[in-house]
């Protein structure tokens, strides 16, 4: 975190952010999400004039339905096409959809254990941003989604490191966080918040993704990253999915001090988060099987 590093240590740090800003390996987000922001902030754009644009790509207009549909935001009408989709949910939440089903995409490729963990992440995030009556719960869901994003780009820009990393929390019995500083100098959480922003995507979710291990850092979205970073204890603490690490993440008190939860609170969350995580698995499953790559996908794998 915040502890100064030697000057080989910095050194080192400055080369992974060189390579990791090349991000060679790493697809861009589609041209779809740059057009769809400029129409978001064009005031005269219409439905259809949107729907067209969207429905040029099949297969993300109907990930995007899949996943509106699904449990983790829990819309409370059942969404049948993009029109509706788009006047039911309005262009900013269209737009957060298609950047968590251009994400996903590359998740689900790459750990389906890990895209897992962030399934139900954002599930809990939903349940605790609309428990706190937060204003924009499909963004901090989005946020948890996309969370451990920089794991990824870790693992497809630094395929070595990576297995270090992985050998090291299993040696040593440390967490991967704590791997990744050792090894990089840096660690998944600001990786992703680099990419995040590299990607334009709005601070909103930057932030969160960026914080996720250290709340207290976030300076313009502390609230999301405190939901972030306690929804990722909770959905690992309930052994759904892994991120590729063998320790529950450390409560840190200013995220809990600025949640304001209380016992009761939480029998109430748990309970809500349980039932959600059931339509989850089954969504979850459902792309396994239409992905085909179920073997591939094995927890022993990286
Ligand atoms: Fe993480
Ligand atoms: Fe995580």
Request: charged share 25%; net charge negative.
């Amino acid at each position: 975190m915040s502890q100064p590093l030697s000057p080989e240590r910095e050194q080192r740090r400055a080369a992974i952010r060189e390579a990791l800003r090349e991000v060679k390996n790493l697809p861009t987000l589609p041209g779809i999400i740059s057009k769809l922001t400029k129409m978001v902030d064009d005031p005269d754009i219409t439905t259809d004039q949107m729907g067209k644009l969207i429905s040029k790509d099949h297969i993300l207009a109907a990930k995007l339905l899949k996943l509106a549909n699904s449990a983790f935001y829990g819309f409370p009408q059942r969404i049948s096409s993009l029109s509706s989709a788009i006047i039911l949910l309005g262009f900013n939440v269209i737009k957060i959809l298609i950047i968590s089903a251009s994400i996903f995409e590359l998740m689900e490729d790459q750990d389906v254990e890990l895209w897992e963990h962030s399934l139900g992440c954002a599930v809990v995030c939903s349940v605790l941003a609309k428990h706190l009556e937060i204003s924009d719960p499909e963004e901090v869901s989005t946020a948890g989604l996309i969370h451990d994003l920089g794991k990824v780009a870790i693992k497809m820009e630094l395929p070595k490191e990576s297995e270090t990393i992985t050998a090291l929390v299993g040696s040593r019995g440390i967490s991967r966080f704590t791997a990744e500083h050792e090894l990089l100098g840096l660690d998944h959480a600001e990786v992703g918040g680099w990419l995040a922003k590299s990607w334009n995507l709005p601070v909103k979710l930057v932030e969160p993704i960026a914080w996720h291990h250290n709340p207290a850092g976030a300076s313009s979205e502390p609230m999301a990253a405190a939901i972030v970073h306690f929804a990722d204890i909770i959905i690992r603490g309930l052994g759904y999915g892994h991120g590729r690490d063998i320790w529950v993440p450390t409560l840190q008190s200013k995220a809990w001090e600025l949640l304001r939860l209380r016992p009761t609170d939480l029998d109430k969350i748990l309970e809500n988060v349980e039932e959600k995580l059931w339509d989850v698995k089954g969504f979850s499953l459902e792309i396994k099987m239409e992905a085909g790559g179920v073997g591939s996908t094995s927890p022993g794998r990286g």
